[in-house]
């Protein structure tokens, strides 16, 4: 029981791979790392955001880009909007939740900069007002949800959807995306 369990979990995954990387996204994929790229070669820096699996998401990519991926080298400039309680709480109690982390924008984001911004469902308020100021601030933002991409996918300047309606599944294929992005930015900064 156990066993066949685990399998049709692992088979669900299999095929959320397989629809999730196919020539559309591989496209979206390439389009969202050359600005990546763009951005850290002028002096941006990435900001991430999330919520809950989406929020340890965000933070891991981050480590990736300030600490390494593979490669010893310099530390490249990102901020997960999701660790500052702080702020996170201050800001969620004197304005609402739904603006945790578009004040962070408006306070840390430059013209330049990217935003990573991901929600599973594609529809979470506050990630949808984080692009929305990003907009404003002239921030490139790149979405990554999952199912049909919700508002998201029309609102964010480019999309990574995950091919699936499972939430599982959609956070593994964000991250296993954002460590090819960061494998490959590595590649162009670094050699390889």
Request: net charge neutral; glycine share 8%; charged share 25%.
């Amino acid at each position: 029981m156990i066993r066949e369990n685990l399998q049709q979990i692992l088979n669900e995954h299999r095929t959320a791979v397989e629809k999730s990387f196919d020539q559309d996204s591989l496209e979206a994929l390439e389009l969202i790392t050359r600005e990546i790229l763009k951005s850290l070669k002028t002096g941006g820096k990435i900001l991430l955001c999330g919520n809950g699996g989406s929020a340890a998401d965000s933070q891991h990519i981050a480590a990736e880009f300030i600490g390494r991926f593979k490669k010893e080298r310099k530390s490249l400039p990102a901020i997960a909007l999701t660790t500052d309680t702080s702020i996170l709480t201050a800001v969620a109690n004197d304005y609402s939740y739904d603006q945790i982390f578009s004040r962070q924008i408006e306070g840390l984001g430059r013209k330049g900069d990217i935003l990573i911004a991901l929600s599973t469902s594609g529809n979470s308020k506050n990630i949808l007002r984080a692009v929305q100021q990003a907009k404003a601030q002239e921030i490139v933002s790149a979405g990554f949800t999952g199912a049909d991409g919700g508002e998201l996918k029309r609102l964010a300047d480019m999309c990574f959807r995950a091919k699936t309606q499972k939430t599982p599944h959609i956070q593994e294929m964000h991250i296993t995306a954002l460590h090819a992005i960061s494998e490959a930015v590595e590649n162009v900064l670094f050699g390889g």
